[in-house]
């Protein structure tokens, strides 16, 4: 791990932030992410939605999977599923996913890939490891984001978009030593590939032992910082972080239209983290809607909840293949 490299010193370098004119942002919380099974039964760790941070509006739903070596015959995934109202983005740092859905999208997203289902008015999928990974083993690694839609667009027209690794912006910090990924969203002016509905910025960052990582943070987004392996310390007031913890961020009181967001690895790391302090940077517009959710839907009424189920009973999100059909259905597997 990571499965995307470079030589920083190649890479265009974001800027410092400046001393007097950006302000910082502070920690307002710090989340430990909670061990869940999903799909055929594999184990996740989920900062949220839980007891502790229920919803990070515009973001439903953080599931970091593994890092795990899988034994031959060990690897699992989810069987058929509907969703409907948001999108997920599963984003594979090691190892290998196949997804398919019933618009026809989908393909295998691999070491550094990220596949992202905007769900909208309805769709299914599947997400199941390709028969080499199970037949052999190996290593697996990644995380899978909700990200809610706006009212307007939740019923818009589904979509897949396959981003590979080398689609990324890769970019080094001011000083060079770190490495910073966007997926989605413009960081220091560098735009990511994903395209969204709702405003977000996604990014992957390697620190290096000892180095300490600047991002410029639009103002009007919130920030996450969740920690994918070692350990270092986040915000103004460096509060230490570690792997499976997530740190919610305030805003920093700054009249700009910039915040920035402040990050340092500690001076060593675990043997898992040689590289550096991995970790996700996430933020997003607030969408500041009601939210009304129940299994593998997300709107904003609970009457609309009710015409999801109905709408996938009567087979108005995708023709699942016969001969792939499960024993149990698809509604019950996915709750």
């Known amino acids: ?59 439903l739903l953080l599931d970091h999977m593994g890092a795990v070596e899988y034994a031959p015959g060990e690897a699992k995934g989810t069987p058929w599923h509907p969703h409907r109202g948001f999108e997920t983005v599963t984003y594979l740092i090691d190892g290998a996913l196949q997804h398919r859905d019933t618009t026809g999208g989908g393909g295998l997203i691999a070491d550094g890939g990220t596949q992202w289902m905007t769900a909208a008015s309805g769709i299914q999928h599947i997400e ?41 912006t890769l970019l080094s910090s001011a000083d060079g030593a770190s490495l910073v990924r966007v997926i989605a969203g413009s960081v220091g002016g560098f735009d990511g590939p994903g395209v969204t509905y709702t405003p977000i910025n996604y990014v992957h960052a390697t620190v290096a032992p000892g180095a300490r990582l600047e991002l410029p943070w639009p103002r009007d987004f919130n920030a996450l910082v969740y920690v994918l392996s070692g350990r270092g310390t ?31 690895a500690a001076d060593t790391q675990p043997v898992s983290s040689k590289n550096g302090w991995e970790i996700l940077i996430l933020g997003g517009l607030p969408l500041r809607e009601p939210v009304a959710r129940y299994g593998p839907f997300v709107m904003n009424t609970k009457d609309e909840i009710v015409q999801a189920f109905e709408d996938f ?12 059909l499960p024993h149990r259905s698809a509604t019950d597997q996915a709750l």
């Open 1 to 59: 791990m990571p499965a995307v490299t470079a030589d920083t010193l190649t890479l265009p370098r974001l800027p410092r932030l400046p001393d007097a004119t950006t302000g910082r942002r502070r920690v307002a919380k710090v989340v430990t992410a909670q061990k869940h099974l999903e799909g055929e039964g594999f184990q996740v760790r989920r900062p949220f939605p839980g007891v502790d941070l229920p919803l990070a509006d515009p973001f």
């Open 128 to 168: 199941q490891p390709p028969p080499e990974l199970v037949a052999s083993g190996g290593l697996f690694h990644g995380v899978q984001l909700w990200v809610n839609l706006p009212r307007a667009q939740k019923w818009v027209d589904p979509r897949y978009q396959d981003i590979r690794a080398n689609d990324v």
């Open 234 to 264: 986040v915000g103004a007031e460096q509060v230490a972080l570690e792997e499976g913890r997530l740190a919610v961020l305030g805003g920093s009181h700054h009249a700009g239209d910039q915040d920035g967001i402040v990050v340092r």
């Open 313 to 324: 009973q009567a087979g108005r999100m995708g023709q699942v293949p016969a001969a792939e």
